[in-house]
């Protein structure tokens, strides 16, 4: 079996929970780390609860700088999960170094710095080179997308994502600096505006409405993308709320012939309706383990030329490109 050596830059929560997405999949050996702050101690658990107090086995290199972690000879692919504003550089190196990428969302701060990392991408076609959206990777939701693609439930006549928590209680002062995250308008509600454009394309027009938040940005957001054939819009809701608020992942979608419904909270968590009234659907056993090792797995597929995903770096930018035109409509 091939092995995928792996780097991860940033070992914070997500850097940890990438670190152990990977270390989980046998055909990957987690080599290295790079952070300046390293510590043992994950600091809070995250909204998905997926790392799992994960610990580095002690065979794994620490370094303190990413350049130490590109300068070795040992490593296939490299996760970087630092800061936001550090992602662009962090990307663009990585992929001149050859090596392929997983990067987390969003891609950077801005469509500019984010199409920097697309045109690097572009010049090395031989690598794999991903944004890390992984609610495209969760079996449920995958579920839902290539159904709505295939068109198995008929016309969709309208769709809703939630996606509603306390601001993060980890990364210290980060998040509450929309100049360092994007504010929840880009750091959370980019997951859905990613999801509904794999779903249904670019969207035809806009509405948005939404308030600035905890973090100077806006934290609060309530999007209606218009398309053409849905006629009561897709809305995607996202929302970093003041207070220890539960953190809310829901989906609803209304087809001609089945009205889907998901609730991270509830069990099952996803339901499938006839509505012709002839009562739920019976759904396949979905897969156990996080969206995280469900994307971790996919990228090591797309590695070793096991599988073809639709995913690209231009994905990563077309959302944030997304994103800051419902900050402009937001901010007019």
């Known amino acids: 079996m091939a092995e995928i050596r792996v780097g991860v830059i940033g070992f914070g929560l997500m850097g940890r929970t990438h670190a152990e997405a990977f270390h989980r999949d046998p055909r990957a050996t987690l080599v290295a780390v790079a952070d300046p702050h390293l510590s043992e101690e994950p600091a809070s658990e995250g909204n998905l609860d997926a790392q799992e107090e994960f610990v580095l086995p002690s065979d794994v290199a620490i370094h303190a700088s990413a350049t130490d972690l590109l ?9 970087v999960a630092a800061p936001t504003v550090f992602h662009a550089d962090l990307a663009v190196a990585v992929l001149e170094s050859g090596r392929h990428l997983l990067v987390e969302k969003p891609l950077a701060l801005d469509s500019t710095e984010a199409a920097r990392v697309a045109r690097a991408g572009a010049a090395r076609p031989d690598v794999v080179a991903w944004p890390a959206m992984c609610m495209r990777f969760w079996p449920e939701w995958t579920f839902l997308r290539d159904g709505l693609r295939s068109g198995q439930w008929g016309a969709v006549q309208q769709a ?9 209680s980890w990364g210290g002062d980060f998040f509450k600096d929309h100049t360092k995250s994007g504010g929840a308008i880009l750091d959370l509600h980019i997951h859905d505006v990613d999801f509904v454009r794999s779903c249904f394309g670019a969207p035809d027009g806009l509405h948005v409405f939404g308030r600035r938040g905890v973090s100077g940005g806006f934290d609060h957001v309530h999007a209606v993308f218009e398309y053409e054939a849905i006629p009561g819009g897709v809305h995607a809701e996202g929302a970093w709320l003041e207070g220890d608020v539960p953190f809310m992942l829901r989906f609803l979608v209304v087809c001609e012939r089945a009205v889907l419904r ?19 659907v ?35 930018v077309h959302a944030i490109a997304l994103v800051e035109t419902e ?3 937001l901010s007019s």
């Open 71 to 79: 300068a070795r000879d040992d490593i296939d692919a490299v996760v």
């Open 160 to 168: 809703r994502f939630e996606r509603i928590g306390a601001i993060p």
């Open 262 to 280: 998901y609730d991270i909270s509830a069990t099952p968590t996803l339901t499938l309706h006839a509505t012709d009234g002839s009562g739920p």
């Open 282 to 316: 019976d759904l396949p056993d979905f897969p156990e383990g996080s969206c995280y090792q469900h994307q971790a797995a996919a990228f090591l597929d797309a590695v070793l030329g096991q599988s073809v995903s639709d995913l690209t770096v231009e994905d990563g």
């Open 327 to 329: 900050r402009s409509v």
